[in-house]
């Protein structure tokens, strides 16, 4: 794990040193973006490189928290971009964003909520057009 390096685009920068825990087999990194836009990081273990896409920005651009190596289940449903190699040293890289909130009317919610309002509204709506009755 000592051998682990990053390689990071300029728009990005690394604001705390590693952190390695042994424990669980992971290295931990602490990066800021300095401009918005999607990036590459490249992640190098045992002569080995991988590459995990991250967005900055404010926007609500399609964005894949984890890449996995394997578990094609877990691939299905929580991330976007294509396996790591099954010879690859690294077994996942994950990235942890900020929660992402709308602002409705100058109050600032998560996304999930909005939708759950909005199926509500949308469910009671159509409910009297197409004649429903409970």
């Not at 294509?82 to 109050?107: C, K, Q």
Request: charged share 20%; aromatic share 10%.
């Amino acid at each position: 794990m000592n051998n682990v390096t990053l390689e990071l685009p300029p728009e990005i920068t690394m604001t705390a040193p590693p952190v390695h825990i042994n424990a669980d087999n992971e290295v931990v990194w602490r990066l800021a973006g300095t401009k918005d836009g999607k990036y590459e990081l490249k992640i190098v273990a045992a002569g080995q490189s991988a590459t995990k896409a991250v967005c900055v920005g404010s926007d609500l651009p399609r964005i894949s928290t984890i890449r996995l190596r394997g578990r094609f289940w877990e691939r299905v449903f929580s991330s976007a971009e294509a396996a790591l190699p099954a010879n690859s040293p690294i077994e996942s890289i994950s990235i942890n964003y900020p929660d992402r909130n709308i602002d409705v009317a100058g109050y600032g919610m998560n996304w999930i909520w909005l939708f759950f309002i909005l199926s509500m509204v949308a469910g009671f709506v159509f409910k009297e057009i197409l004649g429903i009755q409970i």
